[in-house]
């Protein structure tokens, strides 16, 4: 993982971006999600970890999926990592409307789920990229 003072500066809000960092690599990791989620396995640092932990961070805590543009500056340190962010929104946020609130493993065993693991990797991707 990169180093915290790196990847966080740049930004309004770091400890918000740390936040945004750790749900989205749950959201990007598809062994933690069966290990943690679906099996209640123990998370990292005894973290609590499940989808609606993420949802909530990504679209509500940070804004992140819900405006990405907006976040910039606050959140997100460039218009790639909105880019990515506005990916992730148009895949996950359709998917949460359609679902609604059921466990996580209907989520997981939807067709649509492989497209959100790998649009959060590329948030990961381009947020750990404009960290360097």
Same mark, same amino acid.
């Given at each position: 993982?990169?180093?915290?003072?790196?990847?966080?500066?740049?930004?309004?809000?770091?400890?918000?971006?740390?936040?945004?960092?750790?749900? %989205?690599?749950? %959201?990007?990791?598809?062994?933690?999600?069966?290990?943690?989620?679906?099996?209640?396995?123990?998370?990292?640092?005894?973290?609590?970890?499940?989808?609606?932990?993420?949802?909530?961070?990504?679209?509500?805590?940070?804004?992140?999926?819900?405006?990405?543009?907006?976040?910039?500056?606050?959140?997100?340190?460039?218009?790639?990592?909105?880019?990515?962010?506005?990916?992730?929104?148009?895949?996950?946020?359709?998917?949460?409307?359609?679902?609604?609130?059921?466990?996580?493993?209907?989520?997981?065993?939807?067709?649509?789920?492989?497209?959100?693991?790998?649009?959060?990797?590329?948030?990961?991707?381009?947020?750990?990229?404009?960290?360097?």
């Amino acid at each position: 993982m990169e180093q915290p003072d790196v990847m966080m500066s740049g930004v309004e809000f770091p400890d918000v971006r740390l936040n945004v960092v750790s749900v %989205l690599e749950s %959201l990007a990791d598809t062994g933690h999600q069966h290990r943690v989620w679906l099996d209640r396995g123990p998370a990292p640092d005894d973290a609590v970890d499940n989808l609606d932990l993420v949802v909530h961070v990504l679209f509500d805590d940070s804004r992140v999926l819900e405006d990405p543009e907006e976040a910039v500056g606050e959140v997100l340190r460039s218009r790639d990592e909105a880019r990515a962010a506005r990916a992730l929104a148009e895949v996950l946020g359709p998917l949460v409307d359609e679902l609604g609130d059921v466990g996580d493993e209907v989520y997981l065993a939807s067709p649509r789920w492989p497209a959100v693991v790998t649009a959060a990797r590329d948030v990961l991707d381009a947020m750990r990229a404009d960290g360097r």
